[in-house]
């Protein structure tokens, strides 16, 4: 959808931007060395850039504190940085106030006006920028998101669900050049919220806005955003496709706040342009080089639990890959699509193997020898000084 | 027998309470037609509109509701707004000495009246306004007792509101002054009104203070506290009536207004 002229009509005049970047001029969203410190010497974001195309969609995911919440209050003018710009559609906004900009943002908790209906509620962007034609927008809008039958209730009225409904209704139909999401999803039951999510995926599709959501729930951010920028500390670890980010993961942070991984620390042997090979507890592996993302002599070598076939004692697991022997069964959990076992190496640690209940292999019992085994293209290598830990536990509270 | 009473003790229980809260109004309306023998007479002599018909038949009760009504209305006008703004002052803003302010706002409503009135007479007096009391004093006094009910309500109406709410107008292209008018505003309106409604209440009722710093002005309270000496005129009960019907229309007209926007949602 092009910005219409209202769009732009958003009560202030806009001042002219000839400092606009590359990444301004094709009407996206660009941060450019973002910084917030607040005044008890707390940086939530450091010297943050970001390019977001026109028409995307990108997630912000990472735990509390790590500042995506910021960023994104930074962008809807609720915050002001300490310094960087703020580049939008060509636009230097960074000193614009909150009502000045064209950006809208469906709320935490929908912040709906309790005492205005629900039709008052999405008319309201419109009525304060006087445009034409209310009644027919906030209808087709209200359409839109299946709604039309509830316009003369309160928000009171409406439940969970429908209230965010009306939030992103209300974002919507101002038609902003960049609609912000702040976890508007954390407030509602497990299927409510992904039915949700395949909903805003698809209204995202449907008009093509450039949307900024803001996540720590990492499933959420792989399922609607075509971009993820994993954020912790206030910096962005790895900006990427959801499959890039989970497949080649550049950080400990990474692999373990997405996903599980296997962290085992390994020595480098050699390096080639394709290959490079480590000494893991003795048994030599191969990491592709591509995906190797340390120049030190070691590295933690990383494979993602479903990723390592699990088999008995000797058996032909998969011929090209990197086999490792000597492991002992230590824990087993049946989970229906799958089977989680944890496997105690020789040189003590336990690693995670997720095998599919395909049928083709048995069960394994706690005790019994088994032997390990993966695809060595599926393995990553990371700088050994970051710490194997982090992000384990953020990632799995939800 | 006591298998009927035990069934029925909670609904006894409550039609005692409620008798025990009604009957010196329904005293009030009855007498407000009552037709006495003489004029020092406490009972129901007999049924008439007489003091209906003429309510100022005694001028200086009338005159003296009629001051109650203005320094009424004046009071709870200037209280309210300041009230209102001091609230907000001390729910949005901060500066040195806020946290003491929001606890001495409460001192005139812990002080007791007398302690307040007879303070406030030292200080006209002190200030070489003796002989000025009367209307504007009294009005001083009262707008002084109405304030911090009004600050107290309006506060606790202000920070029970969502900030969000603002940022998402905010959010939504409003200016400021948009915000104000069209969020917060009405979102507050509901404790202003109420904090009105009981500044009006406390400054038609009040005794004490209004006594001590009245000069020669008569209030309608002051007025029935002299008149009862000497037989008070069954139009103050005519009075008391009307002022019971005024609350209750107020009540009602909330009551149904709220009904019918209920029944428009579902």
């Known amino acids: 959808m092009p910005p219409s002229a209202d769009t732009a009509a958003t009560g202030a005049p806009a001042p002219a931007a000839p400092d606009a970047g590359p990444g301004g001029s094709d009407g996206g969203l660009r941060l450019s060395s973002l910084t917030k410190r607040y005044a008890n010497g707390f940086t939530a974001v450091h010297d943050l850039d970001l390019d977001v195309p026109r028409g995307s969609f990108i997630a912000l995911l990472g735990p509390s504190g790590c500042g995506k919440t ?21 636009q230097d906004i960074t000193d614009r106030r909150a009502h000045q900009r064209p950006v809208n943002t469906v709320f935490q908790n929908y912040a709906l006006f309790p005492h205005l209906d629900i039709y008052e509620n999405v008319a309201f962007g419109l009525r304060r920028r006087k445009v034409r034609d209310v009644e027919s927008k906030v209808r087709a809008m209200l359409e839109l998101v299946e709604l039309d039958s509830q316009a003369r209730k309160r928000p009171a009225q409406l439940s969970g669900g429908q209230q965010q409904r009306v939030a992103l209704a209300r974002a919507l139909i101002n038609e902003p050049e960049v609609l912000l999401l ?48 994993v954020m912790n500390g206030g910096v962005i670890e790895q900006l990427g496709a959801p499959a890039e980010l989970y497949e080649n993961p550049r950080s400990t942070f990474v692999a373990n706040f997405l996903g599980q991984s296997n962290l085992i620390e390994g020595r480098v042997l050699s390096r080639s342009a394709d290959v490079t090979t480590l000494d893991m507890h003795g048994i030599t592996v191969s990491v592709p080089t591509a995906r190797t993302h340390t120049d030190g002599d070691r590295g933690w070598i990383g494979i993602r639990p479903e990723k390592v076939l699990i088999g008995e004692e000797g058996a032909d697991l998969d011929a090209p890959g990197n086999t490792v022997p000597g492991g002992v069964v230590s824990d087993v959990s049946f989970v229906g699509v799958s089977t989680q076992y944890l496997v105690r190496m020789p040189w003590g640690q336990e690693l995670q193997v997720f095998s599919q209940n395909t049928g083709r292999t048995r069960m394994f019992t706690v005790g019994e020898k088994v032997e390990l085994s993966w695809r060595p293209e599926y393995a990553f290598c990371l700088d050994i000084n970051q710490d194997a830990a982090a992000g384990v536990d953020d990632g799995e509270t939800r | 027998m006591t298998a009927w009473l035990r069934e029925r003790m909670v609904l006894l229980l409550g039609l005692g309470v409620l008798a025990y809260t009604f009957v010196p109004i329904a005293v009030v309306v009855l007498m407000s037609f009552n037709e006495p023998a003489a004029r020092n007479v406490y009972s129901f002599d007999g049924f008439t509109l007489h003091n209906w018909a003429n309510i100022c038949e005694d001028a200086a009760m009338c005159e003296a509701l009629g001051l109650s009504l203005r320094i009424g209305f004046l009071a709870t006008l200037v209280a309210t707004v300041l009230g209102t703004l001091a609230g907000f002052a001390l729910v949005r803003h901060d500066f040195a000495g806020r946290s003491s302010a929001n606890l001495l706002i409460f001192l005139p409503m812990a002080a007791p009246e007398i302690v307040l009135g007879s303070s406030l007479l030292t200080l006209f007096v002190a200030a070489g306004a003796s002989g000025l009391l009367g209307f504007w004093t009294i009005l001083i006094a009262h707008i002084m007792f109405c304030l911090s009910f009004v600050v107290v309500t309006v506060r606790s109406r202000l920070a029970g509101l969502d900030d969000t709410l603002e940022q998402a107008a905010a959010d939504l292209y409003a200016t400021p002054a948009q915000t104000f008018w069209r969020v917060t505003f009405p979102l507050v309106l509901p404790g202003i009104l109420g904090a009105a409604l009981l500044s009006f209440s406390l400054s038609f009722d009040d005794f004490i203070i209004t006594n001590l710093n009245s000069g020669n002005e008569t209030t309608f309270p002051m007025y029935v506290w002299g008149a009862y000496r000497v037989g008070v005129p069954m139009q103050v009960n005519v009075i008391g009536t009307i002022m019971l019907l005024f609350s209750l229309a107020v009540v009602v007209t909330g009551e149904l207004v709220s009904r019918r926007r209920r029944r428009a949602l579902v």
């Open chain 1, 70 to 90: 910021t960023t994104l209050r930074m962008v809807a003018g609720l915050e002001v940085p300490t310094s960087g710009r703020i580049t939008l559609a060509g």
């Open chain 1, 182 to 229: 702040d976890e508007p999803l954390g407030a509602l039951d497990l299927k409510l919220r992904r039915s949700m999510q395949i909903e805003i995926k698809r209204i995202q599709v449907e008009v093509g806005l450039t949307f900024m959501h803001v996540t720590h729930d990492q499933e959420e951010a792989m399922t609607m955003a075509d971009t993820v920028a």
